[in-house]
T-cell receptor
């Protein structure tokens, strides 16, 4: 069964800290992996997309890495800000444009000013 | 990035009535759209895959007669919750692929409350 696990479930840090969110998946034959941000009661905002052939992607203060062999991805957030507070979801695509995403349960991040 | 618009963002309806939720890809065409459901403090669970011009594919345990999906054009998919009951209250969210890089974009979600 294809499963996606995110650790930790919740994280609280003071403003300015660098932090790492973890995502693991059971089946390494992925097509790509996406990190999303979800604010309470809102939809999902795509943060980073990593294709299976890539090892990392960067956007601003965010850096996502992918290690298919170990079934892991990490999302690194540098110099965290209170505005980064949200739930971060990792989703794995196994079927390409015909497939759906399998989501982890998310990491709820709280950045204290 | 691409934009997926979902409407309404929230709706309250009486038990037994039907509710229609629209999902539009605003600046790209989407032959396939996906409908998810999210319960409080839970992750997104796929309900069905909506295919333009053909029948939707439903996940196991999802009642196709209750959750009617229509994908009549390359930019619009609709989900109709028929004969809604309080247990149907949830957050419904759609997504569409940007095919060129297989990146998924999501709508804003619809909070459905059945009273």
């Amino acid at each position: 069964k294809q499963e996606v696990t995110q650790i930790p479930a919740a994280l609280s840090v003071p403003e300015g800290e660098n932090l790492v969110l973890n995502c693991s998946f059971t089946d390494s034959a992925i097509y790509n992996l996406q990190w999303f941000r979800q604010d309470p009661g809102k939809g999902l905002t795509s943060l980073l997309l990593i294709q299976s052939s890539q090892r990392e992607q960067t956007s601003g203060r965010l850096n996502a890495s992918l290690d298919k062999s170990s079934g892991r991805s990490t999302l690194y957030i540098a110099a965290s800000q209170p505005g980064d507070s949200a739930t971060y979801l990792c989703a794995v695509n196994y079927g390409g444009s015909q497939g759906n995403l399998i989501f982890g349960k998310g990491t709820k991040l709280s950045v204290k000013p | 990035g691409a934009v997926v618009s979902q409407h309404p963002s929230w709706v309250i309806c009486k038990s037994g009535t039907s509710v229609k939720i629209e999902c539009r890809s605003l600046d790209f065409q989407a032959t396939t759209m996906f409908w998810y459901r999210q319960f409080p403090k839970q992750s997104l669970m796929l309900m069905a895959t909506s295919n333009e011009g053909s029948k939707a594919t439903y996940e196991q345990g999802v009642e196709k007669d209750k959750f009617l999906i229509n994908h009549a054009s390359l930019t619009l998919s609709t989900l109709t919750v028929t004969s809604a009951h309080p247990e149907d209250s949830s957050f419904y969210i759609c997504s569409a692929w940007l095919v060129m890089n297989t990146e998924a974009f999501f709508g804003q979600g619809t909070r459905l409350t059945v009273v």
